[in-house]
């Protein structure tokens, strides 16, 4: 079955410092997707960054990269210069494109919290 | 283009009372989803579909119906509201599922409380 973790319930970072936020995944397909999101204290979902399981290059958005290490199944957001407007949940996501759902699986999120 | 839109994005309900969510999407998008999110959880699949007229189960449907007449409407019903299904909404679109096509689309929420 797939499942996304995120062991780190919350976090803390200085502003202008760099943060890691963890991601492990599990599924059996080849072929995948993995996403990372961000949700402010208003509560929308922010779509942030994404990679396929068959890029070879770590997907890199802005301040925003992802360390994707495919045999150790992790997906690390990386945020660098870290902003108080960073303050947030960040969600871990992967969608599987074998099936015919399309849905993503969500990892139950890490409450980063930037201090100044 | 509004993108995924929402209605309503507040409501209380009484034990037992029905209601019906609304999802709208100009994309012109195959897929959509509704979600729930509760407290220290991430997102969990309610229902989806994969076009017109296609529904069917997620992780978590039971207590829930939905339908797609149109392509861009999706519906998310609750037929007898209970204290459990108090949460918050998300509906979601994507193009085709397919690889390459990795965003998803998600509408502002809907904050529905069950007394």
């Known amino acids: 079955a797939q499942k996304i973790t995120q062991t780190q319930p919350g976090m803390f970072v200085q502003e202008k410092e760099a943060v890691t936020l963890d991601c492990t995944y599990d599924?059996?397909?080849?072929?995948?997707?993995l996403f990372w999101y961000k949700q402010p204290s208003s509560g929308e979902m922010i779509f942030l960054i994404y990679?396929?399981?068959?890029?070879?290059q770590n997907a890199t958005e802005g301040r925003y990269s992802l360390n994707f290490q495919k045999a150790r199944k992790s997906a690390n957001l990386v945020i660098s210069a870290s902003q108080l407007g960073d303050s947030a949940m960040y969600f871990c996501?992967?969608?599987?494109?074998?099936?015919?759902?399309?849905?993503?699986?969500f990892g139950k999120g890490t409450k980063l919290s930037v201090k100044p | 283009n509004a993108g995924v839109t929402q209605t309503p994005k507040f409501r209380v309900l009484k034990t037992g009372q029905s209601m019906t969510l609304l999802c709208a999407q100009d994309?012109?998008?195959?897929?959509m989803y509704w979600y729930r999110q509760d407290p220290g959880m991430g997102l969990r699949l309610i229902h989806y579909?994969?076009?017109?007229?296609?529904?069917a189960k997620g992780e978590v449907p039971d207590g829930y119906n939905v339908s797609r007449l149109k392509k861009q409407n999706f519906l998310l019903g609750l037929e007898s509201a209970a204290p459990s299904q108090t949460s918050v909404y998300f509906c979601?679109?994507?193009?085709?599922?397919?690889?390459?096509?990795?965003?998803?689309?998600f509408g502002p929420g809907t904050r529905l409380t069950v007394t």
């Open positions: 990679q396929g399981s068959y890029d070879e």
């Open positions: 996501a992967m969608r599987d494109y074998g099936g015919s759902q399309g849905n993503l699986i």
């Open positions: 599924t059996s397909d080849q072929s995948y997707g």
């Open positions: 579909s994969v076009g017109e007229g296609t529904t």
């Open positions: 979601a679109s994507t193009l085709d599922g397919q690889p390459g096509d990795y965003e998803q689309y």
């Open positions: 994309m012109n998008h195959e897929y």
